[in-house]
């Protein structure tokens, strides 16, 4: 492709800039270099990265000589076209640097000039008489010992581990491959994630199902969806076990046609595994590669994966909310499975919301975008509502089982009972053991990890606190340490009261190390318990085998955190128990309730999936929650109806914007100071319509060592604030000493 008649191309420097400058295609370069392309300039006496973002630029007036670029550093280009443009909204959106958006784009082994991994064998050639290795005795020892002992072998051998293994250096071996007296042959290893043994259980038949006829009606406008090469956005709102998945595929199916490609999302790396291992048992074949993306991976899985897409192997790509940025060619469909999850929103630089960025995605690219949940974002049926997005219902499970029995459990009369434990309730210890009796499984689900929460004096109040953090210290049993779930400091538990010296300092509060303990103490010695939360998940692949492990059967009891809560399928799974369901209202967010209910509904939809009838028992001390009544019956569009009114009748999210400006600084005075002194400068300067709250201390006042104050800016238009602000910024005399950002669309407020 020719960079136009000056052959100029606009370049943004990986180093420090943030607008592009011209350079000159020298003429050995020149067809090899398009939008997308990483290249090697000279910035001042410096040789640095660029992107470039487009291709024959007007000349800068006044610019007789234009630099030229030094080299690309890879030969393909590693953004696509569509991604340029996409890191330029995400950076005049969420008020990042373009760089740092490119950057977070591109892996860090592509950036490096990395190569595939490869494997070289060597052998002797068949043309090799038996007096040639005699021949070479004399004046080529080591040659002639490597031929004698190649002419023993029935196979190719690696070449460098017989090379050590024989003690004959690279030189001697080159020789005799110039010679042709060794054959040599080099393999790209692929380094494939979840190609393994614990795949095995989450594969589905490779031809598809029978459709109910829900599921073949959404087929039907999902494909057609596809078929427009149109961008059309779709909900997909269907209850857990409606078969979503077999919905996402029909349309897969479709896109994959030709060369089209297809981007699939999951919220969390955990729910990768599994479908991964489904889509490879439906569409993996000799020309259609299924590769994983999640910063999980690495550094050599993720090249290989890159490598494969930017190549076309790869034309499926499923991972967590960084795979948006894959460089897939002729895009034809994005899924966005569990769209709601709170997990798609980057917390840190560039602030991006995966599922925003995946729908504006789908414009450049002019595809379908399939956003898929059972307790869809208020945001995404706002969207539905105002016809920006189109519905589609799946109201009945696909086998044709009711949806779980949801008993609500009074943990303020539990408490009441001599018997009680405070934590696992009579009637949910009840079911758990006829489970087990029964050869069923069940999950124990708690969003808190730990053994306590909180480590108590009784005496003068005090309570451990992180030395960094304005939250309490979490006790963890299994090696007596107090952590800090925040900044991950840690210390020795204290024997007595730092403050006043009291033995009788005690541990209050409950995570899932205390539940494990509880519900294995409480059943017979038979019944396996097993823990899966951030806690245990310090080896590779250990997730995957605990939950091999249980889709085998050889775990009756599966305790853990958010999780196991949303997409994963077990059919021997009658009996779930939420633990401490109403946690998410106590937090100072005006999405608690949404959160209460989507964590509900979710973990509730694990039971019941097989041919058997499932049960839930969703313990609170706040039951009368509405939250939690609407999703004891999973009755979305109550919940819907009374969450949306309140939200507009104070005009919070979705019917506005919330953009949030946090102030971090050492000295809390300070981090005060200027975020009062910033609110008196700005307000006046922002445009109209813009509502401001605060400053005020952030829920968590302290985190990692940082006080931290933040103003809340509400808008009907980003758009138009966001370049306000930045602007504001440059002429804004900000002490070096505080940090500030700007976080827009927040999804933790904390």
Known sequence: MSSGPDHLVEILPLSGFDQPLAYEVPLPFRGRVEIGSLVRISLGR???QGIVTSLAPERPPGLSK?????????????LTPDLVALAKWISGYYAARWETVLEAMIP???????????????????EVASEDAGALVARAPKQAQLIEFLRKQSVPVPRIETLKALGIGAAACDVLVEKGLVLETVQRVNRTAYDDEFSVGDEVAREPPVLTQEQEEAAIDLVECVKSDEFVVRL???????????????????ALLGDGSVLFLVPEVALA???????????????????????????GERLDAWSAVASGRARIVVGARSAVFCPLRNLKLIVVDEEHEPAYKQEDTPRYQGRDVAVYRAMLADCACVLGSATPSLESIRNVRSGKYGLLELKKRIDGCQLPLVHIVDMRREALRRDSSGVLSRPLLDALRQRVASREQSILFLNRRGFNTTMLCPDCGHVEQCKDCSISMTFHRTDGLLRCHLCGHQRNAPRFCPSCNSLEIRRKGHGTQRIEDMARDALPKRAKVVRIDADVMTRKNLFRKILADFRRGKIDVLVGTQMIAKGLDFPNVTLVGVVDADLPLRMEDFRASERAFQLIVQVAG???????????????????APSIQYARSADLEGFLADELEQREQFAYPPYRHLVRHLFRCRNEEKAAFYAEQWIRFAKERLPSGVETRGPAPAPIEKMKGFYRYHIWYFTEFVSS??????????SFPMDKEVIETIDVDPVNLG
């Open 66 to 78: 234009i630099k030229s670029l030094i080299s690309p550093v890879r030969e393909e280009p590693v």
């Open 236 to 254: 997909l709102q269907g209850v857990t076990g409606s078969g979503k998945t077999e919905v996402y595929f029909a349309a897969m199916k479709e």
């Open 273 to 299: 595994p599994q479908t991964v291992s489904r889509l490879r048992s439906r569409f993996a074949d000799d020309t259609t590669e299924v590769v994983v993306w999640h910063s999980h991976l690495s550094s």
């Open 721 to 730: 604030l966001v370049p306000v602000l930045e602007k504001l910024r440059d």
């Open 108 to 126: 860090a082994a592509v950036r490096d000039g990395a190569k595939e991994k490869l494997r070289r064998r060597i052998e002797v050639s068949p």
């Open 606 to 624: 694990r039971a019941g999936r097989g041919d058997r009838a499932g049960e839930v028992f969703v313990q609170s001390f706040a039951p009368h």
């Open 46 to 48: 410096r040789q640095v």
